[in-house]
């Protein structure tokens, strides 16, 4: 199974709203990155939190952490329609293991 | 900045059929890895590789394989291609095997038909 599960699979938002995506994921990890993906393109990285960390900033982006619940959260504020897409986090785990895990994705909608 | 370069982008090969498919990493990235995303699917790994030597296997087939050369680049190799391999594959590089941001190249389009 994927490390990384996302919730909600699917959200869809009027444009302004702000839309909160979650992450939840299995073992111990050094860090957990999330990513764009708009339909059959390339993933793009948007920000990455260590395990050290618990909350991070970009632009209109803020990603938390909670390694003790081992879960994540993307929130975008002020929506807009370029936003619609799809959004993943991946795990580096510290399992001994180099495989970079992604989850379920979250196809987001906004709707202008 | 120089991103990862992926090669070809397209591709349509038919059944039975073999296929390459190249990637350039960042300049100084020595990790590599594969993925295989299926339509309306997410990315699943394949195999990776740090420093020309693979360092991890993920749902790979037998008939794929792999390798990372001298000068970092790689290259999937895939053979007696099934109508189940078309797919996007993404290639994604790194400077080191863990911390460091992963960054993905625009993927390749393989369609079997």
């Known amino acids: 199974s994927q490390q990384g599960e996302e919730d909600p699979q699917a959200l869809s938002i009027q444009e302004g709203e702000n839309a909160t995506m979650n992450c939840s994921y299995k073992t111990s990890i050094n860090n957990l990155q999330w990513y764009r993906q708009n339909s059959g393109r390339g993933l793009v990285h948007l920000i990455l939190?260590?395990?050290?960390?618990r909350e991070k900033h970009s632009g209109r982006l803020r990603v938390t952490l909670d390694t003790s619940k081992k879960s994540s959260s993307l929130l975008i504020t002020a929506s807009r329609a370029a936003d619609t897409a799809s959004y993943f986090c991946?795990?580096?785990?510290?399992?001994?293991?180099?495989?970079?895990?992604f989850g379920t994705g979250t196809r987001l909608k906004v709707l202008a | 900045a120089a991103g990862v370069i992926q090669s070809p982008r397209h591709l349509i090969k038919e059944k039975r059929e073999t296929a390459t498919l190249k990637c350039y990493p960042i300049p100084r990235h020595d990790t590599v890895y594969w993925y295989q995303q299926g339509p309306g699917q997410d990315p699943q790994f394949l195999i990776s590789f740090y420093e020309k030597m693979q360092s991890d296997k993920g749902s790979i087939p037998d008939r794929f394989s792999a390798q990372q050369f001298s000068d970092y680049h790689s290259e999937l190799n895939m053979s007696s291609l099934e109508l189940g391999d078309s797919a996007l594959y993404f290639c994604?590089?790194?400077?080191?095997?863990?911390?460091?941001?992963?960054?993905f190249g625009e993927g390749s389009w393989l369609t079997v038909v």
């Open positions: 994604a590089s790194r400077l080191g095997q863990g911390g460091n941001t992963i960054y």
């Open positions: 939190i260590r395990s050290n960390e």
């Open positions: 991946a795990t580096d785990t510290t399992s001994g293991t180099y495989k970079y895990i």
